[in-house]
């Protein structure tokens, strides 16, 4: 299972557009990147997945440049409630199997 | 709605003691996880079922076993609770390829402490 690389906290402000970047330089051909979003004392939810190119969904976007070696997710004019911890993940989305998750990136969007 | 139901929410034990940790979920997945998060470590996989009787290791297997009886329930097992298990504990489970993505569920968690 390819390694990921994130940020460990960002801050933004209120109406910003906000692009968390994720490193995975090993990923692997039939590996997908998932990105789960978490809230204090709850489990991580599902936010996003993709192979390449850009997915976009109601909650964010996903770009995926042609290399794989890294994705970006971008949440477009963030809200106090968009405070959470971001995690990046890289594996055989499509097939299910282990879900490994790194240290996360904690964002952090003030008034 | 997808549902993954912890048995309970806080939980104190005391050191030695065997704990089981149920998780149960309604969806058919095959799929099923358990986690330990902890401050400044995110979430650490303890172990990993792909089918009823089937487990693997995960990154900290440790002082655990599990139990999958029944596709629905995953079962967490702490032969004899130490303070350093003292953590919140994550269930999820998720389905195998039969949709274009795969996507976790997880539960409430857990927060064992053991005293």
């Known amino acids: 299972l390819a390694k990921t690389t994130q940020p460990i906290s960002m801050d933004s402000y209120e109406g910003q557009e906000v692009n968390i970047t994720c490193s995975h330089n090993?990923?692997?051909?039939?590996?997908?990147i998932t990105w789960y979003q978490q809230f204090p004392s709850q489990g991580p939810r599902f936010i996003i997945q993709?192979?390449?190119t850009k997915v976009t969904n109601e909650v964010a976007s996903l770009f995926i440049p042609a290399d794989r070696k890294s994705s970006t997710l971008s949440l477009p004019r963030v809200s106090l409630s968009d405070t959470a911890v971001y995690y990046c993940?890289?594996?055989?989305?499509?097939?299910?199997?282990?879900?490994?998750f790194g240290q996360g990136t904690e964002l952090s969007v003030k008034p | 709605d997808v549902k993954v139901t912890q048995s309970s929410r806080y939980l104190v034990k005391r050191t030695g003691e065997k704990v089981f940790l149920e998780c149960v979920q309604d969806?058919?997945?095959?799929?099923m996880f358990w986690y330990r998060q902890d401050p400044g470590l995110g979430l650490r996989l303890i172990y990993f079922?792909?089918?009823?009787?089937?487990?693997e290791k995960g990154d900290i297997p440790e002082g655990y076993s599990v139990s999958r009886e029944k596709k629905e329930r995953f079962s967490l097992i702490l032969e004899s609770a130490s303070t350093n298990q003292t953590s919140m504990y994550l269930c999820?489970?998720?389905?195998?390829?039969?949709?274009?993505?795969?996507?976790?569920?997880f539960g409430q968690g857990t927060r064992l402490t053991v005293v």
């Open positions: 999820a489970s998720s389905t195998l390829g039969r949709t274009d993505y795969v996507e976790a569920f």
């Open positions: 993709g192979y390449k």
């Open positions: 090993n990923i692997a051909t039939n590996d997908y």
């Open positions: 079922s792909y089918d009823v009787k089937m487990k």
């Open positions: 969806m058919d997945h095959e799929n």
């Open positions: 993940l890289v594996g055989e989305g499509n097939q299910g199997g282990k879900l490994i």
